[in-house]
């Protein structure tokens, strides 16, 4: 398990679907599914999002998705996920971004 994935363990999801748990305890990254990918490849560590049980089980398609939502907003809120948890990675300094951490 890398630093990024290890990471994720206690903090709060960051895909935040409604209906969301927020519960730290079942926090894992996540990791972003592309065409081409698997279950058994997974996309680099920085394509994923801190994400609890239940969102990741929509995510993953494992639960429907909440009333009102599609595939589409779905997808759209574990991007967004995926975001918060790339700015999370920059702040706690697991993973730089040129000159002053692309500032």
Known sequence: ???????????????????????????????????????????????????????????DGRRRPPDGYEGRDVDIAFHEGIFRTQRQLIEEGLVKIGGKNGK
């Open 1 to 59: 398990m890398s630093k990024i994935t290890e990471s994720a363990n206690g903090k709060a999801c960051t895909v935040r679907l409604p209906g969301c748990k927020m519960d730290n305890e079942t926090t894992v990254h996540a990791h972003l599914r592309m065409a081409g990918t698997g279950m058994a490849k997974k996309e680099i560590d920085i394509l994923g999002a801190r994400s609890c049980a239940y969102c990741h089980d929509v995510v």
